[in-house]
């Protein structure tokens, strides 16, 4: 147990929707990142927020955003679902800021869309 | 874009047997981590390693850093079904992680 948690654990959903994926990171860590991970695109960085200020930014769509709140929960909230946004999503942490360091992962949210 | 390249994609071996994992990438990273990820579960950290040339190891894993820190092994000493799982390193870029492309292991008793 990395002590990152993630709910939902699984989401179904059809095109056009909007879904909401939470993440709680480990006690103490400041920083969380959240992660795509499908079969053909291996596990892509989406984006990161430090101390609820947004650090960096990956290969994130228009149509998804993010936010980390003062308690330093994180959602991710992806919107005008398509087919091919169907991956699971993980959260990640770690306790400073800078993006390279080791990453504790929570268990991922598996979404799909049909 | 940055790519990390791993080979091999697939590996299925009988238990007891040895292998070796590559990544590698035509990038210099400041340090390069190790995960293993099971069915259903978020990427573990199995190591760190951050000087070139440097080697490291974690019982029956051995991990390697390039001397140019552009590329990196995994060797896998008598391999057991615990191993089982998908291998990804991941290079530090500034202010993100870039994962490799995975390597998928299956270790039959």
């Known amino acids: 147990d990395s002590g990152v948690t993630q709910t939902p654990k699984h989401l179904i959903t059809a095109t056009g929707q909007r879904v909401t994926l939470r993440c709680s990171p480990r006690s103490g860590d400041l920083s969380v990142y959240w992660y795509q991970q499908s079969l053909d695109q291996g596990l892509q960085f989406l984006i990161q927020y430090y101390n609820g200020e947004e650090r960096a930014k990956g290969n994130i769509l228009e149509r998804f955003s993010a936010q980390q709140f003062p308690d330093l929960h994180s959602e991710l909230n992806l919107s005008s679902l398509e087919l091919g946004d169907s991956a699971l999503y993980f959260c990640?942490?770690?306790?400073?800021?800078?993006?390279?360091?080791?990453?504790?992962f929570g268990p991922g949210t598996r979404l799909t869309v049909l | 874009t940055q790519l990390l390249e791993q080979s091999p994609q697939f590996l299925s071996i009988q238990e007891g047997e040895n292998l070796t994992v590559y990544c590698n990438s035509s990038?210099?990273?400041?340090?390069l981590q190790w995960y293993r990820q099971e069915p259903g579960e978020g990427p573990v950290l199995l190591v760190t390693?951050?000087?070139?040339?440097e080697v490291k190891k974690l019982k029956r894993l051995t991990f390697q850093f390039g001397d140019a820190r552009k590329d990196s092994s995994l060797h896998i000493t008598a391999a057991q079904p615990g191993d089982t799982g998908l291998y990804l390193c991941?290079?530090?870029?500034?202010?993100?992680?870039?994962f490799g492309t995975g390597t998928r292991l299956l270790v039959s008793p």
């Open positions: 990640a942490s770690s306790p400073g800021a800078s993006g390279t360091n080791e990453q504790f």
């Open positions: 991941a290079g530090a870029d500034f202010q993100k992680l870039v």
């Open positions: 390693v951050v000087t070139g040339g």
């Open positions: 990038s210099v990273f400041s340090s």
